[in-house]
Antibody, heavy 117, light 107 residues
């Protein structure tokens, strides 16, 4: 059964870079049938798609975040990563990683990242 | 990009039917997906490709599509169905968007 697990710092200072990694287990990260995505949810608010990456390395980003986001993949480590530059309080959210195929399934459990001094 | 609009809340009595709509000004020719999210949990896929139900999802959850509106129907609502529900779709450029979310309250 495919499982995803987010990891990374839970606290980031304003203007610094938020960095998270998603580790995939129980299945292949190399399949051309799927892509891998990051989604976030500010406290008490809805879901926001951040971006997606294919095993080939092709990326797609939310236009509102594109200037600050980089998603990369390391198939040898079965991991994909998110970097969000110039963090502000508005980036405080639970960050989820998920496997995509039109929709997103399954999801990681999520990790709360707080941007604060 | 485009927006997917859902009603903020829906209230329903146990055993009754809840319908949650998701609409866009011009929904791209893409499938819609539905998720259930309970407090403190990650979203769970309920419906994919407008009407399909993943294995393990109860039959009381169903999806339909008409024009620029897709609908999630919960038939015979149970107390455990109290949660937030989100629709999701994509555009032709490879971008994804989630609906505004609907809180379902079981009275």
């Amino acid at each position: 059964q495919l499982q995803l697990q987010e990891s990374g710092p839970g606290l980031v200072k304003p203007s610094e870079t938020l960095s998270l990694t998603c580790t995939v287990s129980g299945g292949s990260i190399n399949s051309s049938r799927y892509f891998w995505g990051w989604i976030r949810q500010p406290p008490g608010k809805g879901l926001e798609w951040i971006g997606s990456i294919y095993h080939s390395g092709s990326t797609y980003y939310n236009a509102s975040l594109k200037s600050r986001v980089t998603i990369s993949i390391d198939t040898s480590q079965r991991q994909f990563s998110l970097k969000l530059n110039s963090g502000t309080a508005a980036d405080t959210a639970v960050y989820y990683c998920a496997r995509g195929s039109g929709g997103f399934d399954p999801w990681g459990q999520g990790t709360l990242v707080t941007v604060s001094s | 990009s485009y927006e997917l609009t859902q009603p903020p809340s829906v209230s329903v009595s146990p055993g009754q039917t809840a319908r949650i709509t998701c609409s866009a000004d011009s929904l791209p020719d893409q499938f819609a997906y539905w998720y259930q999210q309970k407090p403190g949990q990650a979203p769970r896929l309920l419906i994919y490709k407008d009407t399909e139900r993943p294995s393990g999802i109860p039959e009381r959850f169903s999806g339909s599509s008409s024009g620029t509106t897709v609908t999630l129907t919960i038939s015979g609502v149970q107390a455990e169905d109290e949660a937030d529900y989100y629709c999701q779709s994509a555009d032709s450029s490879g971008s994804y968007v989630f609906g505004t979310g609907t809180k379902v309250t079981v009275l």
